[in-house]
């Protein structure tokens, strides 16, 4: 199916008021969006969130009011320049083996093909994560018949380093991460206690079909200052849910969500597996429950892709999409963007 193009003549002009929260450039003024991410492909911004919709369905912690059904996908020459919506790339309805609930997608490029990974409950109920394949950066999508083998909760991200692909994902609370252990559903809906190390993100390499994990996932362990594990407790700073990964004067900075703090924390490590070590806050709350994001060069600046939910009045299931500058000092260290929710 043929996507209709509409385009937004949005200007977002590439000053420092991008990271006050008080002069927000929303990229998607016509529909609500979220859990954006970027990337660049043949020089131009592409940008894959997930499309929030007016279900019905009440507002609980498992986030059963987030029923997303398809997707969109936005592109733009640079960040300054209009902004292209391609209309749906796909639909819940086209996904064999998922019931509802499309969540934060993600997309990555290989050998002329590109793959856009997302999460999605099945017919019991179980997020899995689904891959869909395309010949353009914009869909439209088609997706695999199943899931990916041993594939479960939510929010993948793929990053690329020197030729291999690492599928991040994982996501506590609705995002079914806590009813996992060693890779294996357990039946029990259980957090670790406070003063245990936290849940993690999970990685694992993809095969080289793009569709499979060439191993079996492992945990993205996140250290404090002193070398041990981030507690359960700490939910200041422990990974909650969308992480992602760039790469950085030959340093990986893993981002993620805390969830019920609502900062968007960073940690760095010396390879893609991690471990990390916990550094500081790239994003303070935004308007707003939930805080989801990415991080993209393009043009030679750093840039933060987020949302909030200040369009619709802090309607948390309804947001919106926007971007903002992102600096590291001389020391990679990343200044800490003001995401606007009064603290």
Not at 44 to 63: A, M
Not at 147 to 171: C, N, R, T
Not at 174 to 192: F, K, M, S, V
Request: hydrophobic share 35%.
């Amino acid at each position: 199916m043929k996507s209709l193009l509409r385009s937004f003549g949005v200007c977002l002009l590439f000053v420092a008021a991008w990271a006050n929260a008080e002069s927000p450039r929303y990229l998607t003024p016509g529909i609500y969006t979220a859990d954006p991410s970027a990337h660049v492909f043949d020089g131009r911004l592409y940008v894959y969130p997930s499309h929030d919709i007016e279900s019905g369905i009440p507002q609980d912690d498992l986030g059963s009011h987030f029923n997303m059904q398809d997707y969109h996908v936005f592109s733009m020459d640079s960040v300054d320049g209009e902004v292209t919506d391609h209309g749906v790339a796909l639909s819940v309805e086209d996904v064999p083996w998922a019931k509802r609930q499309m969540w934060a997608p993600d997309c990555a490029h290989k050998d002329g093909k590109y793959y856009l990974y997302f999460p999605a409950k099945d017919y019991d109920d179980v997020f899995q994560i689904g891959v869909a394949v395309s010949d353009k950066p914009e869909g439209p999508f088609k997706a695999e018949a199943e899931a990916i083998p041993g594939s479960y909760s939510i929010d993948p991200s793929v990053f690329e380093d020197e030729g291999k692909y690492y599928l991040y994902f994982g996501g506590i609370w609705g995002g079914q991460l806590q009813q996992y252990r060693d890779n294996q559903r357990t039946g029990a809906d259980q957090e670790p206690a406070s003063d245990e190390p936290a849940l993690c993100p999970k990685v694992a390499l993809l095969d080289s079909s793009m569709r499979s994990m060439a191993e079996e996932p492992r945990d993205v362990l996140i250290l404090d200052e002193k070398g041990d594990p981030l507690l359960a407790g700490d939910n200041a700073r422990r990974f909650f849910e969308a992480a992602w990964v760039h790469k950085h004067q030959g340093r990986y900075y893993l981002s993620y969500s805390t969830g019920d703090t609502h900062n968007i924390c960073y940690a760095t490590a010396d390879s893609p597996y991690g471990p990390f070590t916990y550094q500081g806050v790239v994003l303070t709350p935004v308007v707003g429950w939930t805080n989801h994001h990415s991080i993209v060069k393009h043009d030679g600046r750093w840039l933060l892709f987020h949302h909030d939910s200040q369009p619709s009045g802090g309607q948390t299931h309804l947001r919106s999409i926007k971007v903002a500058e992102l600096q590291h000092d001389e020391e990679g260290r990343i200044e800490t963007v003001q995401g606007g929710e009064k603290q």
